[in-house]
């Protein structure tokens, strides 16, 4: 080993060729990872310098060498040979373990590799339209758009401009581009200040392919759903109407009862002393009769409360309002409903002078509350066929209804508004 290369053994002069070849491919290595990263031109410089210098050693040595049969005599020194295959190998070793070692931290390298794999594009443009630091996925947005890599401000500018048009394969809409792979990029537009005081222009774009297409889906749903609303309303609007015939229906029953009270009166009294004069109670009996008889002969196309008003005269029943009825036709109607019901039961049971009607609203919901002065109930109301029916109805909407007996007769009752008629 003391002599000269070509002096050596077999087995020594092997044993430096590939060790020698070792070298050459580990430098090779650590070149390629110092150029891709760099961040260092030194290490780089030093590594292609030692690359070439043991490149051609290996060559030299082959030439050298017994194993090849060559018959050139080089005189190269075996362990300066040795010694500079080591030190190359060493270097090779070290430079590959520091840029393993750095991907393992947080640097300025690692940073803006991150911000270039970024999936959303992003640009940073100064104060003189020039692009301070944009990532890969920008630049694939230029040049899908526009056709070209970025150069200058105005060419992301422009895209937002309503006259701009794209290549090829591209579709612009808005701030929004559809690409010739089909997927769909939002363009937008941000002024910023860094801390120095300088003034930057940040452009963003950002895939909403998937946003995009649940937002056509729920537009198409939203389209189902007016149809079905636009149904639900017809079929409200078939509710009311089944509901105005149930209450002339029960109207028409109420009228009969009271009918069939005067009439069993009447003919008590001819069949007893008919010369005595006609009870008081026989004559209200009548007059209760006549008046709902007449209010149930009233157009349909009257006013409902304008008939509640007309009933209260002919029974000598005081009518006093406050508020207003609702603009919702359906829950105007059920409110009024619950006033009718109450002026009967007024006149009937509690031999009232004067009916109280507080009308009011709410964002969403519309209320009224009937109060008398006549006389207050004996008892617990047991609710009979009219406060039956009346409470099954509203209920029915989505309301609710309160019957207070003490200390004197009161019924609440609350429609909640845009609220579909259930059949």
Sequence with gaps: MLSLFCNTGTVWQVFLLVLSLLTVISLTIACVISFRHKHNARPFGLGAGLLVLNAALYVLMQIDSRITGAQHILHLPYL????????????????VLRETKNRKIINNTSIKEAFDNLPTGVCFFNEAGLPVLCNRAMHRFSFSVCGKDLQFISDLQDCLSDDF???????????????????????????????????????????????????????????????????LKQLSANVVA???EEEILNTKMRVHDEMGNCLLAAQQYLQGNASDPLPESVVASWQRAVSMLKYSNETEDEDMLLQIRKTCRFVNLEYVQTGQLPADEHVAYLLTCAVRECVTNAVRYAEAKALYVAFSESADAASVTITNDGKPPEGEIREGGGLSTLRQRIEREGGSMTVQSAPRFRLTVTIPKNKEGVL
């Design 80 to 95: 300066l040979a040795l010694l500079v295959t080591l030190l190359s190998l060493s270097h090779a070793v070290w430079s």
């Design 165 to 231: 048009i794209p290549v090829e394969g591209a579709e612009k809409a808005g701030k929004f581009f559809t690409l010739s792979d089909g997927s769909i990029w939002q363009l937008e537009k941000h002024r910023i200040t860094h801390e120095s005081g300088e003034d930057y222009t940040q452009f963003i774009t950002l895939d909403v392919t998937q946003l995009q297409h649940n937002r056509a889906e729920l537009m198409e749903e939203n389209a189902q759903l007016r149809q079905v609303q636009a149904q």
């Design 242 to 244: 089944v509901t105005r």
